[in-house]
């Protein structure tokens, strides 16, 4: 599977963007798949994750509540992480990545196999 992520921009604090995540190539709908953070000059960090099913969203402590990961695995092969109440400290390149197929969902960035190149959001006034 290859992936492709957009949707990144410039937003002022407190706003809202919507990133997405397109597969092509292998069964997209059987694997699961994570969002990741990487700020300038730090390690990259779990951001949320979501199950091939769509089911058992899983979120790192600074996205819930502000940020929603979703899937449509019917109609679009998309994944989606919904990012509102944006913050200053939200900003840098987010990456989309699967799992392999026996493994459900992770938190783990050593668990992915497949990263798209990522899409670099600022949020800044």
């Known amino acids: 599977v290859q992936l492709q992520a957009s949707g990144g921009g410039l937003v002022q604090p407190g706003g809202s963007l919507r990133l997405s995540c397109a597969a092509s190539?292998?069964?997209?709908?059987?694997?699961?798949t994570g969002w990741f953070h990487q700020a300038p000059g730090q390690e990259r960090e779990f951001v949320a994750a979501?199950?091939?099913?769509?089911?058992?969203?899983?979120y790192a402590d600074s996205a819930k509540g502000r940020f929603t990961i979703s899937r449509d695995n019917a109609n679009k092969n998309m994944v989606y992480l919904q990012m509102t109440s944006l913050k200053p400290e939200d900003t840098g390149t987010y990456y989309c990545?699967?799992?392999?197929?026996?493994?459900?969902?992770?938190?783990?960035?050593?668990?992915?196999?497949?990263w798209g190149q990522g899409t670099l959001v600022t949020v800044s006034s």
């Open positions: 990545a699967v799992l392999p197929r026996e493994k459900a969902i992770s938190r783990h960035s050593a668990d992915y196999v497949t």
């Open positions: 190539g292998d069964t997209w709908t059987t694997y699961g």
């Open positions: 979501i199950s091939w099913s769509g089911g058992f969203p899983m």
